[in-house]
């Protein structure tokens, strides 16, 4: 039995080397890219919504590409990688800086942004929506229509209301679970009224394990685990609401990205993946480096080689781990992005309805991660 699944998993790995190397050099239309959501998907608006410093214009972040241009790495986010697959010549621009080039798209993601609400200096899903309508003139109708629209958003909301509601009980976690996913509903109906049609949205990572997590509720080695389970409620949400919608809405395209199984995998088996460490930040300070990474009156400390950490501050990924997200995102199969990988959903023409609608495949992704071995060779592109 175990021969026959360390077989199926060279298959697996050899199928997903294929596709990467196909999919890269394969055209797609020239489209725009839209982004929309919290800090991992800011190209760097906060601080021009801000008008002062942040940390994130400063070193380290930018550290491997000696460009600390507001982005919440220490090189290119997911987005950037997209682009480029995309054939779009540069990185996604923030679509607040003056004069950017937006005629292929823009990131209207904000850092701290939330779906309930956000603080000063940030703008929840609803208000960059609402930006981007200012803006439409910018591109024609028929444009929009044709291009990608993605959305990770959702983690501040639930790191502020686990926050201030330590002993909420499973009915007040449920209620507030509904809240989040019916606001999100409403901001992809807006934009979907506002001509966008084909969207990706991303599943929550599994939020008890992120470092400023373990760092703020003392778990050590462990995850927060009632966070975690807020996660899974909210992602158990994702796919069948954007399958509803597909039904109703005309012409309304869309994937969903399982980023909390995809994140969960590097986190308990980092170093098959080539990650030294997956618990603590490279960047940053306390118990798990998690804590002031770039501010000013803070001496963080700076791990020596990026690349080796899941996690380059308290609660975003390094560059490396970015762009194999990218990879995965652009051309894996359905056990990580269903029911259309982003290439797949470029390409599908305008209009049409859905064939393939999103399934619940928990069962499937169990058995991947208990029978199958992960590539030997630790690969970063690895499902």
Known sequence: MRNKCSLVSVLLVFTLFHTLDIVSAQNVPAVALFTFGDSNFDAGNRKFLLNANAPQNFWPYGKSRDDPNGKFSDGKIVPDFIAKFMGIPHDLPPAFKPDADVSRGASFAVGHASLLGSPRGSLNLNQQVRRFNDMRSNWKEDYIHKSLFMIFIGTEDYLNFTKNNPNADGSAQQAFVTSVTNRLRRDINLLYSSGASKFVVYMLPPLGCLPIVRQEYKTGNGCYEKLNDLAKQHNAIIGPMLNEMAKTGAG????????????????????????????????????????????????????????????????????????????????????????????????????????????????????????????????????
């Open 252 to 383: 309304f395209q869309f994937t969903v990205f399982d980023f909390y199984n995809v994140v969960l995998r590097r986190t308990q088996r980092n170093l098959n993946y080539r990650y030294s460490v997956a618990n603590i930040s490279c960047c940053g300070v306390g118990t798990h480096n998690a804590y002031g990474c770039g501010l000013p009156n803070v001496h963080s400390k700076l791990c020596e080689y990026q690349r080796s950490y899941l996690y380059f501050d308290a609660s975003h990924h390094s560059e490396k781990a970015q762009e194999s997200f990218a990879h995965l995102l652009f051309g894996a199969d359905t056990i990580v992005i269903q029911p259309l990988n982003v290439r797949e959903l470029i390409v599908y023409p305008a209009d049409e309805s859905m064939r393939d609608l999103w399934e619940d495949k928990t069962e499937e992704k169990l058995s991947l991660v208990l029978d199958v071995d992960v590539d030997a060779s630790g690969s970063e592109y690895t499902i």
